[in-house]
């Protein structure tokens, strides 16, 4: 039905600056609400930004100045440029969207996660 797949993902000095995506595909009539999370070993999967169909973003505080969310919603991409990176960031990171499909005349929305990319940063 809905696919996210991230790309962008690697090996980044501390300082140094990366850029994911992540690209949704299938019968998708609107991606609402989409936003970048993050997982490092051992730890629970924690949100790091935000946006909404309009463009309005939110941050988590570790990365708030450092990364931007942005999209665009003719391609139902969602980027996260992420800059001054920091050993702390560490992590897999998954996209996750809300987005509403249609099928035979039929709406739905859901969330939809991606499968992740890892992020390493090294000091």
């Known amino acids: 039905q809905v696919q996210l797949v991230e790309s962008g993902g690697g090996l980044v000095q501390a300082g140094g600056s990366l850029r994911l995506s992540c690209a949704a595909s299938?019968?998708?009539?609107?991606?609402?609400?989409a936003g970048w999370y993050r997982q490092a070993p051992g730890k629970q999967r924690e949100l790091v930004a935000e946006?909404?169909?309009?463009?309005?973003?939110n941050y988590a505080d570790s990365v708030r100045g450092r990364f931007t969310i942005s999209r665009d919603n003719d391609k139902n991409e969602v980027w996260l440029q992420m800059n001054s990176m920091k050993p702390e960031d560490t992590a897999v990171y998954y996209c996750?969207?809300?987005?509403?499909?249609?099928?035979?005349?039929?709406?739905?929305?859901?969330?939809?996660w991606g499968q992740g990319t890892q992020v390493t940063v090294s000091s």
């Open positions: 299938g019968s998708i009539f609107r991606v609402n609400d």
């Open positions: 996750k969207a809300r987005v509403t499909t249609v099928k035979y005349m039929t709406h739905m929305t859901d969330d939809y």
């Open positions: 946006i909404t169909a309009s463009g309005s973003t």
